[in-house]
């Protein structure tokens, strides 16, 4: 089984540039996950889509992300403009359908490594 | 909300030294229980979990046991190798979100 697909895998930019990371969940999964992990702590959710709705985006910076999930499939994460303090790891994780009080375990991607300058 | 606090790193070991990583989390509920882990220049990786009290979750000889009357999920591993040097993050999950620990940093020497 194919895991979870993010590109590119690193990327370096300038401040108040702009930035877009892709990602290709597992097949079948409904459920869909952006985290931000900086250096030396644990990951954060950013956003959580079911299917092509978000569930749960209330730790997204609205003034500078966005994220979209169109035909529930993969999904984009942008940045713009970008701030020295977005340098981090992105990661996306899939899952299948998460309901209250699930368990499912989700898979996460190899991430990419945002390096603002 | 709900929180997950492990034990500070980082922790270097010699090789066949026994391991423990402490993990305490607050939450409401019945959450289940994960320890992941991150190799280096790797993804997070699923290790362990338990999904309730008293479950151990085991794999490559690493043991955890869910705790309820202490909150604690502590990992284990009785001999570790210099292939165990890694990044470990304890995590819960309560009503479908996942909630991670700040990681610890694990190196063995040969």
């Known amino acids: 089984e194919a895991g979870v697909a993010q590109s590119p895998r690193y990327k370096i930019i300038e401040k108040r540039q702009s930035v877009a990371f892709w990602c290709n969940p597992i097949?079948?999964?409904?459920?869909l996950y952006w985290y931000q992990q900086i250096l030396g702590q644990g990951p954060k959710l950013l956003i959580q889509f079911q299917n092509n709705g978000v569930v749960d985006d209330s730790q997204l910076p609205k003034d500078r992300f966005s994220a979209e999930r169109l035909k529930g499939v993969d999904s984009t994460l942008k940045i713009q403009p970008a701030k020295l303090e977005d340098s981090a790891v992105y990661l996306c994780?899939?899952?299948?359908?998460?309901?209250?009080?699930?368990?499912?375990?989700?898979?996460f991607g190899p991430g990419t490594r945002l390096t603002v300058t | 909300g709900d929180s997950v606090t492990q034990m500070e790193g980082p922790v270097t070991l010699s090789e066949e030294a026994f391991l423990t990583i402490n993990c305490t989390y607050t939450a409401t509920g019945y959450p289940s229980l994960f320890w992941y882990v991150q190799y280096p220049g790797e993804g997070l990786q699923l290790l362990l979990k338990?999904?309730?009290?008293?479950d151990k979750g085991s794999n490559k000889g690493f043991e955890a046991t869910y705790r309820k009357e202490t909150t604690s999920f502590h990992l284990e591993k009785g001999s570790v190798q210099v292939s165990d040097s890694a990044v470990y993050f304890c995590a819960l999950i309560n009503d479908y979100k996942l909630s991670f620990g700040a990681g610890t940093t694990v190196t063995v020497r040969a």
């Open positions: 097949s079948g999964h409904a459920t």
């Open positions: 994780a899939s899952s299948p359908l998460a309901r209250q009080g699930s368990s499912y375990e989700q898979y």
């Open positions: 338990a999904t309730k009290a008293d």
